[in-house]
């Protein structure tokens, strides 16, 4: 079974620009979540995606947006750039239903770097 | 108070020999219990899971839940110097939250040959 995957997996932008990050998780989960991870943060929760629905959200302010699309693929967006934005970003796969639904399985990430 | 603590480390542990890492958390309502690893830039990788009271084994791996004191554990026998990575404990709290997930800041391991 393939696993996660981002692309791109590297993207240098300057501040103001927008960005936009894709995720195709593992074929059967309905459940995206994408994380901003920094050395001094750590891994902070975006949000969920479950089924085209964002069913949970972050602490993270309006400037960072996601979709997800009927075949479970997601994608973020961060408009305006700044350089705190700076960081690695996961996406993170998980069945999202009864069971084992908050079991995730991540991707390798996008380094984003913002100049 | 952080809603899920984790000993920032490094914790050194020589070769052989086991490694224990500890995780407490807030929520008395949490319900599932995780363990990642995570090496120097890569992603992290789901290792262990628990979601009752007690001891769960996987080969060298055994997650150890204490829902009354409200912490994880996580022991590693025979530690390999493969194992040295950062390890994260993530706990998905009980009351209805915007983080699904709630992930400490990780412990880093090393350990030496």
């Known amino acids: 079974k393939a696993g996660v995957t981002q692309t791109p997996r590297y993207l240098i932008k300057t501040r103001g620009q927008q960005v936009t990050l894709s995720c195709s998780p593992i074929?059967?989960?309905?459940?995206v979540s994408w994380y901003q991870q920094t050395p001094g943060q750590g891994l902070q929760f975006l949000f969920e995606y479950f089924s085209e629905t964002q069913r949970n959200k972050g602490n993270f302010p309006g400037r960072f947006s996601g979709r997800q699309f009927s075949n479970s693929r997601s994608e973020m967006n961060v408009s305006t750039l700044e350089l705190g934005d700076s960081a690695l970003y996961l996406c993170?796969?998980?069945?999202?239903?009864?069971?084992?639904?908050?079991?995730?399985?991540f991707g390798p990430g996008t380094r984003l770097t913002v100049l | 108070q952080k809603e899920v603590e984790q000993n920032s480390g490094p914790l050194s542990v020589p070769e052989g020999a086991i490694a224990s890492l500890n995780c407490t958390y807030s929520?008395?309502?949490?319900?599932?219990f995780f363990w990642y690893r995570q090496y120097s830039g890569k992603s992290p990788e789901l290792i262990m899971f628990i979601y009752s009271n007690g001891d769960k084994e996987d080969g060298r791996f055994t997650a150890q839940l204490n829902k009354a004191s409200q912490y994880v554990s996580l022991l590693i026998r025979d530690s390999q110097p493969s194992d040295s990575a950062t390890y994260l404990c993530?706990?998905?709290?009980?009351?209805?939250?915007?983080?699904?997930?709630?992930f400490g800041s990780g412990t880093r391991l090393s350990i030496r040959p």
């Open positions: 074929s059967g989960h309905r459940s």
């Open positions: 993530a706990v998905e709290p009980g009351y209805s939250s915007a983080s699904k997930i709630i």
């Open positions: 993170a796969s998980s069945p999202g239903t009864s069971g084992r639904a908050y079991e995730q399985f």
């Open positions: 929520d008395r309502g949490s319900q599932s």
